[in-house]
């Protein structure tokens, strides 16, 4: 079983910054790809990026290339978004999700292991 918290969310004005943290305990041989996803009310998960935590090569989606990245650091376990440029289109919930074999989407039904989500929200 992996384990997955994040942190960091917090409330923002629209273009300021926040890093969000996901932790990895337990099995974390079994996270070979880590991603981020968020949900805003009433909709549906929305894939952020990835990254392969062999290669550290990432992906993202269109709606925050450019703005947001994705970083991990080994010694501690934990995988960071860094988030810049923030709209108020970005206030969602934010999970980390892992999956085994990476499958190179953003499927979130591929994902087995998820965190609780941390909240962001930016005001305009």
């Known amino acids: 079983q992996v384990h997955l918290v994040e942190s960091g969310g917090g409330s923002v004005q629209a273009g300021g910054s926040l890093r969000l943290s996901c932790a990895l305990s337990g099995d974390t041989y079994r996270a070979n790809c880590l991603a981020w996803f968020r949900q805003a009310p009433g909709k549906e998960h929305e894939g952020v990026g990835f990254i392969t935590l062999t290669a550290r090569t990432t992906y993202y989606a269109g709606s925050v290339k450019g703005r947001f990245t994705i970083s991990q650091d080994n010694s501690k376990n934990t995988v960071y978004l860094q988030m810049n440029a923030l709209k108020p289109e970005d206030t969602a919930t934010y999970y980390c999700?892992?999956?085994?074999?990476?499958?190179?989407?953003?499927?979130?039904?591929?994902?087995?292991?998820w965190g609780q989500g941390t909240q962001v929200t930016v005001s305009s």
């Open positions: 999700a892992a999956q085994k074999y990476c499958t190179g989407t953003l499927e979130f039904r591929s994902y087995t292991y």
